[in-house]
Nanobody
Framework: QVQLVESGGGLVHTGASLRLSCAASGLSLSSYAMAWFRQAPGKAVEFVAF????????LYADSVKGRFTISRDNARNTLSLQMNSLKPEDTAVYSC???????????????????WGQGTQVTVSS
């Protein structure tokens, strides 16, 4: 059974940092491209960051570029998202996702991912 479990969310003030983790079981992340998405209350799911299976290619939403860093540790089967300089507009439930595509087409589309975690809440107060 495939499971992706996020952790590391919380309540922080503007300008703070958080590090989210996504632990995988039932699959080897080294064969999957990974991404983080987020969803704020009343809004659609939004792409945040993407990393290919090797870790050599990363892509970010314009809203988080320069503040967030996605990384992976295939040996530990984990994905991370370092979030710095957090803003109130970053408040959302953050979910990790995995897909077994080898190219980067449609990387920002939630429909292009096979597996999802349940999400972790990030709240940034002003």
């Amino acid at each position: 059974q495939v499971q992706l479990v996020e952790s590391g969310g919380g309540l922080v003030h503007t300008g703070a940092s958080l590090r989210l983790s996504c632990a995988a079981s039932g699959l080897s992340l080294s064969s999957y491209a990974m991404a983080w998405f987020r969803q704020a209350p009343g809004k659609a799911v939004e792409f945040v960051a993407f990393i290919d299976w090797s870790g050599e290619s990363t892509l970010y939403a314009d809203s988080v570029k320069g503040r967030f860093t996605i990384s992976r540790d295939n040996a530990r089967n984990t994905l991370s998202l370092q979030m710095n300089s957090l803003k109130p507009e970053d408040t959302a439930v953050y979910s990790c996702a995995a897909r077994d595509w080898k190219d980067i087409s449609h990387y920002s589309s939630s429909a292009a991912y096979n597996y999802w975690g349940q999400g972790t809440q990030v709240t940034v107060s002003s």
